[in-house]
Structure formats: structure tokens, C-alpha cells
């Protein structure tokens, strides 16, 4: 599990939500992304990030005592930064 959500800039983009426990919420204010998700079901969100950005994905459901100490970030990085990141994360 990794803090952050790199993603290439204009490009569209596919996430598969799921939870294995209670509600969730993935929220990017400065995006306009929020997507409620529920243990048992399969989320589909589709997105285009239009700039450069690293903003705050909030959790926006008070899903548990570890709500408060849930942060992760999605990184908006050009084509090229992106490229070499997926080069740097390669198992």
C-alpha cells in the first residue's frame, strides 16, 4: 500500500474502487472527484487530470477510529516524469 496515487497528466484515467471493510470515500476537491465505495461492491471512477498537481485525497466518510490518520496523495506528473517514476517503482 503506497501514500500516494502517481498518475500521468491528461490522460485518461481508471480506478477500481473496492472495500474490504466499512465505507470509504475517495475525494479530490481540487479535481472534482468524489466517489463513494462500499465493501462488496466494485467502483468504476473515470477521470482526465488536466495539470501538474499534488493535492490531498481525503476520505470524506467516517468509516473508524483510523479515519482521522488517513492520507494519501494523487501526484499529477508530465508524460516523461511519469515514464521515469514507473522506471524507478519497478519491481
Known amino acids: ?3 500516494s496515487l502517481v498518475i500521468p ?3 485518461p484515467i481508471l480506478l477500481t474502487l473496492h472495500s474490504k471493510d466499512v465505507g470509504h470515500a ?3 476537491p481540487e479535481l472534482r472527484i468524489q466517489q463513494d465505495f462500499v465493501p462488496g461492491l466494485v467502483i468504476p471512477l473515470h477521470f482526465t487530470a488536466t495539470r501538474l498537481a499534488k493535492e490531498e485525497i481525503v476520505c470524506t466518510q467516517l ?3 483510523g479515519h482521522y490518520n488517513m492520507r494519501a496523495y494523487l501526484e ?3 508524460l516523461g516524469q511519469f515514464q521515469q517514476w514507473l522506471k524507478d ?3
Open 26 to 28: 475517495f475525494y479530490v
Open 76 to 78: 499529477v506528473e508530465s
Open 89 to 91: 517503482h519497478a519491481p
Open 63 to 65: 468509516c473508524g477510529l
Open 9 to 11: 497528466v491528461n490522460k
Open 1 to 3: 500500500v503506497s501514500a
